[in-house]
T-cell receptor, first 112, second 114 residues
Framework: GENVEQHPSTLSVQEGDSAVIKCTYS??????FPWYKQELGKRPQLIID?????GEKKDQRIAVTLNKTAKHFSLHITETQPEDSAVYFC???????????FGKGTRLSVIA | GAGVSQSPRYKVAKRGQDVALRCDPI?????LFWYQQALGQGPEFLTY????????KSGLPSDRFFAERPEGSVSTLKIQRTQQEDSAVYLC????????????FGQGTRLTVV
C-alpha cells in the first residue's frame, strides 16, 4: 500500500521568512495530493491540493510542487505570519476508491 | 449543519467498557472515512464507506473495532472492551465523491480509556 513520509517533523521560522515542508510517497499510482492544516484542538482543514496532471499550484502565499518522477511533493509558505503556526499534514491518494494516506505531520512555529 | 459533526466530543471510558462514536457527514456526501489520530501523530486510516458499503476496513486494529453506515449517511464506530491503547482522537471525514476529492473532517472524538 501507499506510504507517505514527511519532513521535517518540526520547523521554526522567523515571521516573514519562507517555510518548506517535503513529502515523499511510494505508490506511483497516487494522483491526488492534498495538504491539511490542523490547529491545536481543531479539525484538519484543506489548504491546498494538487493532482498529478500539474507540477505546481499556487494560492496567494501558499504553493505546492509535485515531482511525479521522484515521487515527492512540497508545500511552500512565503511571508509567514504567526497565524500560520500549526501542524501541517501531507497526504496521497492512489485512486478514486482509496482513502487518503497521511504523513506524520510537521509542527510549524512562526516566531514574531 | 454545514459541516461534519461528531459526537461525543469527549469520552472517558473505563478499560473493558464498550463505546460508540457517531459521525454525521455532510449531506449528500458519498464517501465517509474514519481515522485514528494519536497524540502528535498524523491521522491513521481505519475504514472507508461508499454510501452504505464498507469498501475497506483494513485499518481497523482488531476485531474489537466495528463500523457501520446502514443507510449511507450517519456512521457509528464501535469499540468493544476498550483498552488503554485505544486512547486517541477519532476523526471522521466525508467527501462528495468516491475519492480524490477534498475530504472534510469533523472535530473528532477524544477517547480516553482509564
Amino acid at each position: 500500500g501507499e506510504n507517505v513520509e514527511q519532513h521535517p517533523s518540526t520547523l521554526s521560522v522567523q515571521e516573514g521568512d519562507s517555510a518548506v515542508i517535503k513529502c515523499t510517497y511510494s505508490d506511483s499510482a497516487s494522483n491526488y495530493f492534498p495538504w491539511y492544516k490542523q490547529e491545536l484542538g481543531k479539525r484538519p482543514q484543506l489548504i491546498i491540493d494538487i493532482r498529478s496532471n500539474v507540477g505546481e499550484k499556487k494560492d496567494q502565499r501558499i504553493a505546492v510542487t509535485l515531482n511525479k518522477t521522484a515521487k515527492h511533493f512540497s508545500l511552500h509558505i512565503t511571508e509567514t505570519q504567526p497565524e500560520d503556526s500549526a501542524v501541517y499534514f501531507c497526504a496521497a491518494s492512489p485512486s478514486g476508491n482509496t482513502p487518503l494516506v497521511f504523513g506524520k505531520g510537521t509542527r510549524l512555529s512562526v516566531i514574531a | 449543519g454545514a459541516g461534519v459533526s461528531q459526537s461525543p466530543r469527549y469520552k472517558v471510558a473505563k478499560r473493558g467498557q464498550d463505546v460508540a462514536l457517531r459521525c454525521d457527514p455532510i449531506s449528500g456526501h458519498v464517501s465517509l472515512f474514519w481515522y485514528q489520530q494519536a497524540l502528535g501523530q498524523g491521522p491513521e486510516f481505519l475504514t472507508y464507506f461508499q454510501n452504505e458499503a464498507q469498501l475497506d476496513k483494513s485499518g481497523l486494529p482488531s476485531d474489537r473495532f466495528f463500523a457501520e453506515r446502514p443507510e449511507g449517511s450517519v456512521s457509528t464506530l464501535k469499540i468493544q472492551r476498550t483498552q488503554q491503547e485505544d486512547s486517541a482522537v477519532y476523526l471522521c471525514a466525508s467527501s462528495v465523491d468516491r475519492g480524490n476529492t477534498e475530504a472534510f473532517f469533523g472535530q473528532g472524538t477524544r477517547l480516553t480509556v482509564v
